[in-house]
């Protein structure tokens, strides 16, 4: 409990930032320009955290957590500050401001990746697994506050502030971080002499981008079967094929592939992927139904997200608490994936008459299921490992849950751009649709209440009937997650101390490699 709140405030910087920023994007385009590089803002985030993520996971085994946690910490601020910096005098004026935010959002990205990984290591390393869903469960409550405050925050500095303290604002908090840890947190110094496994990083880290930018680009900027997707796609396997063989003759490889001859770090890594892509990708597409279908402001749809995000921590908090009473858990990803799998359907059951309290029942019960999920799936990757591989099972875990969301988006990306292009040529013509359905996740909700009525509400079909389309074909995504779950086995979670205290420090000696 003294650790927790500098652990705290650490996942804050990694949760708000994007909500913070994603407010602030279009004063940002506004004094920079480059509108036809915006989504590269955020691809390179994503593409930072999600490459470096393994990477700190292995080298936190290796050398100690604290120091390597305090390092993401301050590589994520320098990269908050050249963000606020971007276009500046300082650095030349706005000429090329928007291809500086780019570089510096993935400066940024790669110490986000050491941040919710180690957060997650580090209360396995001070808490023994019995009494671990407790602490799990509060962080995915803070989680849960910070995608809500987010976007208010990132509002009340977009109308007040300028738009570069959407980046200096990570300032204050960061420093408070690591003054905290360095004086609270007491974990083990390891003097682990065996080198990192920087070839399977290099090999891991091309593959990784390929695959986000296939996700990112394709059916977009790319046909799916254009030279560039299918060469992206030629490039993942290939260096995927290669990465496997290297990490078996690897003293100690970045992803020890010899984790996933366990079952239960497999099974609970594809539930992972399943959740990101059900979750996250369908998530994505509540913001545009509540603007454009249900005439919410960009304000009050953050306000109708609530009832998803109390219900997430509510069921989290208690989760956590069940499974330090009782110690089992085996139940909780098969009733978290029975209840996501009820959301999206609900979800998929809405139209352009559904109020905004049908709504919210709907996205609340969605909360519920995740819920049950969100940090259970993380503590059985962590039980089924042994404590010197503590790192790799939480950054693996997080790993794939980001993959899935990056392919979720993807998929249900073509599904809405096909649906609502095909409601849409019926009132327009198919060339006109065909423009439209490719801006569809960019319509302004005033525009639309310009419209002519019977264009409107044409529109307004054609858009819910697309959504709700996409919510259905998460259902069989999220009733995978419970099938998988029943054939998960129920490990005892141990008890006792697992970090050395303080005196035993300089003592500890490293599992051997």
Same mark, same amino acid.
């Given at each position: 409990?003294?650790?927790?709140?500098?652990?705290?405030?650490?996942?804050?910087?990694?949760?708000?930032?994007?909500?913070?920023?994603?407010?602030?994007?279009?004063?940002?385009?506004?004094?920079?320009?480059?509108?036809?590089?915006?989504?590269?803002?955020?691809?390179?985030?994503?593409?930072?955290?999600?490459?470096?993520?393994?990477?700190?996971?292995?080298?936190?085994?290796?050398?100690?957590?604290?120091?390597?946690?305090?390092?993401?910490?301050?590589?994520?601020?320098?990269?908050?500050?050249?963000?606020?910096?971007?276009?500046?005098?300082?650095?030349?004026?706005?000429?090329?401001?928007?291809?500086?935010?780019?570089?510096?959002?993935?400066?940024?990205?790669?110490?986000?990746?050491?941040?919710?990984?180690?957060?997650?290591?580090?209360?396995?390393?001070?808490?023994?697994?019995?009494?671990?869903?407790?602490?799990?469960?509060?962080?995915?409550?803070?989680?849960?506050?910070?995608?809500?405050?987010?976007?208010?925050?990132?509002?009340?500095?977009?109308?007040?502030?300028?738009?570069?303290?959407?980046?200096?604002?990570?300032?204050?908090?960061?420093?408070?971080?690591?003054?905290?840890?360095?004086?609270?947190?007491?974990?083990?110094?390891?003097?682990?002499?065996?080198?990192?496994?920087?070839?399977?990083?290099?090999?891991?880290?091309?593959?990784?981008?390929?695959?986000?930018?296939?996700?990112?680009?394709?059916?977009?900027?790319?046909?799916?079967?254009?030279?560039?997707?299918?060469?992206?796609?030629?490039?993942?396997?290939?260096?995927?094929?290669?990465?496997?063989?290297?990490?078996?003759?690897?003293?100690?490889?970045?992803?020890?592939?010899?984790?996933?001859?366990?079952?239960?770090?497999?099974?609970?890594?594809?539930?992972?992927?399943?959740?990101?892509?059900?979750?996250?990708?369908?998530?994505?597409?509540?913001?545009?139904?509540?603007?454009?279908?249900?005439?919410?402001?960009?304000?009050?749809?953050?306000?109708?997200?609530?009832?998803?995000?109390?219900?997430?921590?509510?069921?989290?908090?208690?989760?956590?608490?069940?499974?330090?009473?009782?110690?089992?858990?085996?139940?909780?990803?098969?009733?978290?994936?029975?209840?996501?799998?009820?959301?999206?359907?609900?979800?998929?059951?809405?139209?352009?008459?559904?109020?905004?309290?049908?709504?919210?029942?709907?996205?609340?019960?969605?909360?519920?299921?995740?819920?049950?999920?969100?940090?259970?799936?993380?503590?059985?990757?962590?039980?089924?490992?042994?404590?010197?591989?503590?790192?790799?099972?939480?950054?693996?875990?997080?790993?794939?849950?980001?993959?899935?969301?990056?392919?979720?988006? *993807? $998929?249900?990306? !073509?599904?809405?751009?096909?649906? /609502?292009?095909?409601?849409?040529?019926? %009132? +327009?013509? #198919?060339?006109? &649709?065909?423009?439209?359905?490719?801006?569809?996740?960019?319509?302004?909700?005033?525009?639309?209440?310009?419209?002519?009525?019977?264009?409107?509400?044409?529109?307004?079909? *054609? $858009?819910?009937? !697309?959504?709700?389309?996409?919510? /259905?074909?998460?259902?069989?995504?999220? %009733? +995978?997650? #419970?099938?998988? &779950?029943?054939?998960?086995?129920?490990?005892?979670?141990?008890?006792?101390?697992?970090?050395?205290?303080?005196?035993?420090?300089?003592?500890?000696?490293?599992?051997?490699?």
């Amino acid at each position: 409990m003294v650790v927790l709140p500098g652990l705290m405030l650490a996942m804050v910087l990694a949760m708000l930032d994007n909500m913070i920023v994603g407010t602030a994007m279009p004063r940002i385009v506004g004094e920079l320009g480059g509108v036809e590089h915006l989504s590269w803002v955020v691809t390179a985030y994503v593409l930072g955290t999600t490459v470096s993520t393994p990477i700190w996971g292995k080298i936190g085994d290796l050398y100690g957590r604290k120091t390597i946690f305090m390092v993401s910490i301050v590589i994520f601020m320098v990269g908050s500050v050249l963000c606020g910096m971007a276009g500046s005098d300082m650095l030349g004026g706005p000429g090329n401001g928007m291809g500086e935010l780019i570089a510096f959002r993935a400066i940024q990205g790669l110490g986000a990746g050491g941040l919710m990984v180690n957060v997650m290591a580090i209360i396995g390393d001070l808490v023994p697994p019995r009494e671990r869903g407790q602490y799990q469960g509060i962080t995915a409550g803070v989680m849960s506050m910070a995608m809500f405050a987010g976007p208010f925050v990132g509002g009340f500095i977009t109308d007040n502030l300028d738009w570069r303290w959407a980046f200096y604002v990570n300032l204050p908090i960061g420093a408070v971080a690591l003054i905290w840890l360095a004086l609270r947190l007491k974990l083990p110094k390891l003097r682990n002499k065996v080198r990192i496994d920087w070839l399977g990083a290099a090999l891991l880290s091309v593959s990784i981008t390929a695959m986000v930018l296939i996700t990112t680009w394709g059916g977009n900027q790319y046909a799916w079967g254009s030279w560039q997707i299918l060469g992206l796609a030629a490039i993942a396997v290939v260096t995927l094929a290669i990465f496997i063989p290297v990490e078996r003759r690897t003293a100690e490889p970045i992803m020890p592939l010899q984790l996933f001859r366990n079952r239960n770090f497999t099974l609970i890594s594809v539930i992972g992927f399943l959740l990101g892509f059900a979750m996250f990708g369908a998530m994505n597409f509540l913001p545009l139904f509540q603007q454009t279908v249900q005439g919410a402001s960009a304000t009050n749809s953050g306000l109708l997200m609530l009832p998803m995000m109390g219900a997430a921590m509510v069921v989290s908090i208690f989760v956590g608490k069940a499974i330090t009473a009782t110690g089992k858990y085996k139940i909780y990803p098969i009733i978290g994936g029975l209840g996501m799998a009820v959301g999206v359907w609900l979800l998929s059951l809405m139209g352009v008459d559904t109020p905004s309290w049908q709504s919210g029942v709907y996205i609340a019960v969605l909360g519920v299921g995740m819920g049950f999920l969100m940090q259970t799936t993380m503590l059985i990757a962590q039980n089924s490992v042994e404590q010197r591989d503590l790192g790799v099972a939480s950054s693996t875990s997080t790993f794939f849950r980001s993959i899935g969301g990056s392919f979720g988006v *993807s $998929l249900y990306g !073509a599904v809405f751009n096909s649906r /609502f292009q095909s409601g849409m040529s019926d %009132l +327009l013509g #198919p060339e006109a &649709a065909e423009k439209m359905a490719k801006g569809g996740g960019r319509m302004d909700p005033a525009a639309i209440a310009a419209m002519p009525s019977a264009l409107r509400t044409g529109l307004l079909e *054609s $858009l819910a009937h !697309a959504i709700s389309t996409v919510f /259905f074909w998460a259902i069989p995504f999220a %009733l +995978l997650v #419970p099938v998988l &779950a029943l054939f998960i086995k129920e490990i005892p979670l141990r008890g006792g101390p697992v970090a050395a205290s303080a005196d035993e420090q300089e003592t500890v000696k490293p599992a051997a490699g």
